[in-house]
Nanobody, 115 residues
């Protein structure tokens, strides 16, 4: 069973930056797709960014040019660098990794963008 542990969330002012980290309990990221989702109150969970096993990246239109997803396979860790944060980025952020047969999720970390 793979466990994912997120860190790096918090309160930041509009225009600020945060970097989320997601550490896996095993060497899985080099074999699986990885991604970050978020869920704001009263809204459905949405994909923020993802990297496929083959290395292709995709981003939600709302975060393109501001967020960057990356991974360090040697550290079994994935990241989400978030710049130019806006109040509408406020949500619980979840990391996930998946293959055709299974998927794993972190517990979520709160990001609040407010002055």
């Amino acid at each position: 069973q793979v466990q994912l542990v997120e860190s790096g969330g918090g309160l930041v002012q509009p225009g600020g930056s945060l970097r989320l980290s997601c550490a896996a309990s095993g060497s899985i990221f080099s074999f699986y797709n990885i991604g970050w989702y978020r869920q704001a109150p009263g809204r459905q969970r949405e994909l923020v960014a993802a990297i496929t096993r083959g290395g292709n990246t995709n981003y939600a239109d709302s975060v393109k040019g501001r967020f960057t997803i990356s991974r360090d396979n040697a550290k079994n860790t994935m990241y989400l660098q978030m710049n130019s944060l806006k109040p509408e980025d406020t949500a619980v952020y979840y990391c996930t990794t998946w293959s055709r047969s299974d998927d794993y999720w972190g517990q979520g970390t709160q990001v609040t963008v407010s002055s």
